[in-house]
């Protein structure tokens, strides 16, 4: 089941910004099926675009949207998929997709160097923001990216990491210390213009990535 809906005008810059993201809908009662309901958002009107019905075999991936190259998809860490990733930026599309741990290996250029996440995210202070010029492989090909990070305030931290302690101990896994570690920062990847999406630029006019924490 789809539907699709006019285009978004663009903002300024010639962008056209989709939120991408998907919820479980399950029907009343003991026995009621479930299903993944995946739908896309227009900015700044908040207008469905399209949307998708499927069981819950069908997992969350950008694989199953079409975009324009005028268009920035907003996605969450679920999206973080080297190969769909990879796919869109060859189309010329632009993403913003936030990450979850090591779950997307970065290198520090083509050369294959591998990323020292850690290392560097231990530079942020409290609420500050920084980028890094990245590169991500999937198979044979290989793609720059910008790694945008924040570190989460004191408060929030210690929230993600009672909620990663609390998931480890329901699935019955012991939480890795540098998972709790990457859990007080918040990162995202996008292959947006610097100049139409900084991670620092204070002009509100232009796109930020910092997230109140």
Request: glycine share 8%; hydrophobic share 35%.
């Amino acid at each position: 089941m789809q539907r699709r809906g006019q285009p978004a005008p663009p903002w300024p810059g010639g962008h056209r910004f989709r939120l991408i993201d998907a919820t479980t809908i399950k029907e009343p009662g003991p026995t009621g099926s479930c299903w993944r309901l995946h739908y896309s958002l227009r900015l700044p009107d908040l207008d469905c675009d399209h949307f998708e019905l499927t069981d819950l075999q069908a997992g969350e991936s950008f694989k199953r949207w079409q975009a324009s190259a005028d268009e920035v998809l907003l996605a969450d860490r679920a999206y973080a998929h080297r190969e769909a990733v990879g796919a869109l930026l060859d189309q010329g599309v632009k993403v913003v997709v936030r990450l979850k741990g090591r779950s997307f290996p970065s290198l520090s250029g083509p050369e294959g160097r591998p990323f020292e996440l850690l290392a560097h995210l231990r530079t942020l202070q409290v609420g500050q923001v920084k980028e890094w010029p990245v590169y991500f492989r999937f198979g044979e090909r290989g793609w720059p990216i910008r790694l945008c990070a924040l570190r989460k305030s004191r408060l929030a931290a210690e929230r993600a990491k009672r909620k990663a302690r609390r998931k480890a101990q329901r699935k019955q896994y012991q939480v890795q210390a540098d998972t709790l570690e990457v859990s007080e920062y918040v990162f995202v990847l996008t292959n947006l213009e610097p100049e139409a999406g900084s991670a620092t630029n204070p002009d509100r006019s232009q796109t930020r990535f910092r997230t109140s924490q």
